[in-house]
């Protein structure tokens, strides 16, 4: 039998290298090229999605480098980043140090408010926490961002964040007292004590410009196409080239993007990175659903929506000269954006696209998650809907999800809430309903707030999404 597989084998390689050693040479150019284009989609994508939502600043929003976007409402579907909360007041600085040199980021202090996020480089590699669960401690503190190869001594009184880039952003969320207007509103006061200005104005700096994005359709959800190339292109012009990632020079100039030169490839070119561009995608959904394996619960299907491997590598800022999970890095950043550097201590994430049964959310049928007791945060929790196919919230709908700050909300007699995904609210229950889309799919993530020890020690536990008959 051995000798048999051996000889099949022998075969297959032997009329493999035939076919291949017999293709003409243009033949085989264009197999590197797709080769290395679907490397280079999986390769760059944390920068390219960065890239993306500074460009949606720039375009949609009117804005500028070192800027603050933000939403001065609570955002609705027309925030088409990926995977983005509903719940809380967002701003985005986006830095670049290139020409303006050091970067101030003044946070306030935790006392009218509270400011939960992270300041990453343009791969999304976390630079630090800020606010209470980051390196100030809710004592408010100037981060002060330094370009690459910075030498010159650091002030007294600032958070240095060296940085291997010029550009990135910080992803700021101004957390609610509750889901009142007036809340939202203080919330919105709050967050404008945010401060970003060159480390060359701190004597007297500017007043920092918000740009408001409130009203527009901001969209930065994956391009599978040449615009994704596009985007890789403008960031290789911009940024050094790290050394861990020297490889991908020859990579990216065998498909036409390299430093100091046009992007421009011809008719052919385009077509064959079109194409690799859906082999990409494809590649990665196919690897999507086995994040979700294993479960965070022995009772259900909910999982943290990352990779061990990449939350590793990411939080130690790829430091491991052994590792390099690159794979997984890309796969979360199609559904994602942001990484903490210390997870588990502002906020924690669990996800789910399955319901109870092992079926894939239909956004056509009727669902009930039940969200025992005493959930274990000191802030809040939430439940959120989102396209399948495309990661951002479900266009077009009223409202994206639930949450204990939402407003109406229905508690059951002990003390659970029951919230309920569909095209229809059940009778009486329409402050406790998600819509979603009947021609399509959706995922669902629960964002626990200030997280306790019940979440981690799993003494609390959440129980799957159970498909019911819609009314």
């Known amino acids: 039998m051995t000798r048999t597989i051996l000889a099949v084998l022998a075969f297959v390689w032997v009329s493999t290298t035939s076919q291949a050693q017999n293709l003409p040479a243009e033949d085989l150019a264009r197999r590197a090229i797709e080769r290395r284009a679907v490397e280079a989609v999986i390769w760059g994508m944390p920068a390219v999605n960065t ?7 720039i375009g949609s929003a009117k804005g500028k480098p070192n800027q603050i976007v933000y939403w001065s409402r609570l955002p609705d579907w027309k925030n088409q980043t990926l995977t983005p909360n509903p719940d809380v007041i967002y701003l985005m600085p986006f830095f670049n140090t290139k020409d303006a040199g050091p970067m101030v980021l003044e946070i306030p202090p935790a006392d009218d408010g509270v400011i939960n996020g992270t300041v990453m480089d343009v791969w999304q590699v976390p630079l630090e926490d800020v606010g209470p669960a980051g390196a100030d401690k809710g004592k408010g ?14 002030p007294d009184g600032y958070i240095a964040l060296p940085s291997m880039n010029y550009q990135g952003y910080a992803l700021l969320r101004s957390i609610l007292k509750s889901g009142s207007d007036a809340d939202v509103a203080k919330a919105v006061d709050y ?5 970003l ?6 004597a007297n700096p500017a007043a920092t410009t918000f740009v408001d994005a409130i009203d527009v359709v901001y969209d930065s959800t994956i391009p599978y196409d040449l615009r994704f190339f596009q985007s890789l292109d403008r960031v290789v012009q911009i940024e050094p080239w790290i050394a861990r990632d020297k490889l ?6 065998s498909i036409g993007i390299e430093k100091g030169k046009p992007f421009n490839p011809d008719a052919k070119t385009q077509d064959i990175l079109k194409s690799a561009a859906l082999e990409a995608r494809a590649l990665l ?18 999982a943290l ?7 590793k590598a990411s939080q130690d800022g790829f430091t491991d000269p052994n590792a390099y999970p690159f794979d997984s890095r ?16 502002g906020q924690f994430y669990l996800m789910t696209v399955k319901d109870k049964d092992g079926q894939n959310f239909d956004g056509g049928q009727g669902y009930r998650l039940n969200v025992p007791a005493n959930a274990p945060v000191n802030q809040y929790w939430s439940a959120t809907a989102y396209d399948r196919a495309t990661h951002g919230l479900i266009r077009g709908m009223p409202r994206s999800g639930r949450g204990s700050q939402s407003q109406g909300l229905q508690k059951n007699s002990d003390g659970s809430v029951d919230v309920y995904f569909g095209p229809t609210a059940p009778a009486g229950k329409e402050t406790n309903w998600v819509p979603t889309n009947p021609s399509g799919q959706f995922e669902v993530l629960f964002r626990f707030y200030g997280p306790e020890k019940p979440l981690f020690d799993k003494t609390w536990k959440l129980p799957d999404i159970e498909r019911i008959a819609v009314q």
Not at 141 to 154: C, Q, T, V, W
Not at 197 to 202: K, R
């Open 51 to 57: 890239e993306l939502m500074f460009q949606a600043m």
């Open 197 to 202: 200005y060159p480390l060359s104005q701190a």
């Open 330 to 345: 890309g796969l979360v950043f199609t559904f994602a954006f942001f990484t903490p550097k210390h997870l588990g201590e």
């Open 285 to 302: 959904e196919s690897r999507y659903e086995g994040i979700f394996t294993p479960s965070y619960f022995d009772i259900s299907r909910w």
């Open 305 to 311: 929506p990352a990779l061990p491997d990449y939350l």
């Open 191 to 195: 967050a404008k004590r945010i401060n």
């Open 248 to 253: 991908m020079i020859d990579f990216l100039k």
């Open 141 to 154: 503190g100037k981060y002060l961002i330094l370009p690459p190869d910075h030498s010159a001594a650091i």
